[in-house]
């Protein structure tokens, strides 16, 4: 079986909060999958949605049939943390952890169920 790939490297957000939009298209259809995208009031919904629209992009170019694809996997990772700090009163300094994730994602085509 064929599966389509994508990746995002480097996003200048925290998995967790990518995680919560991840696992809302997970197992979904491509199209259900993009109309759940686009209308999540998320900061992370625009960029998993161009990449689910990059996965499409090689799924046809892999020559897969885009009409039955679901998101087989979906899968955010932390990436490079950035450290920085804050200066506060008195010449103290907080540290500050700026966050990056990656993100996989595998489209394949669904199994017709056969009915008896």
Known sequence: MAEAKATLS???QSPRKVRLVANM???????????ILTYVPKRAGLPLKK???SAVSNAKNLSLSTDN??????????GKTLYR???????????M???TS?????????????KK
């Open 10 to 12: 480097n996003y200048r």
């Open 85 to 95: 700090s804050l200066p506060m009163s008195r010449g103290r300094a907080f540290s």
């Open 97 to 99: 952890r700026k966050r």
């Open 51 to 53: 990449l689910l629209a």
């Open 69 to 78: 694809l679901i998101v087989k996997k979906i899968s955010v990772d932390p």
């Open 102 to 114: 990656h993100v996989d994602i595998v489209l394949a085509e669904a199994k017709l169920k056969a």
């Open 25 to 35: 298209v997970r197992g979904k259809k491509v199209d259900d999958a993009l109309s």
